[in-house]
């Protein structure tokens, strides 16, 4: 196994909560895609509410998602 030295800001440390000392790369790479996976939900959920989208009942959802299914079987 080798040994890699990153330095990383007290900032960051905390935002992708890197607990203290030594960590695992698997689990360095796990925390930074657990942050970008949940920066990237937010800026989805801020552009449905922009557009709309987050208004919408499951009953417009689920007719939203047949009409979709329905035009992809019947083409």
Known sequence: MRTLQ???SETDFQ???LGSGEIKFTDLVAA???????ETL??????AEQVGLS????????????AV???KNNS
């Not at 208004?55 to 047949?66: L, R």
């Open 6 to 8: 990153i330095k990383v």
């Open 15 to 17: 935002r992708y909560n």
């Open 32 to 38: 930074v895609s657990r942050e970008y996976a949940r």
């Open 42 to 47: 937010l800026a989805c959920n801020k552009i």
């Open 55 to 66: 208004n919408m009942t499951i009953e417009e959802i689920n007719a939203e998602i047949k």
């Open 69 to 71: 299914r329905d035009a």
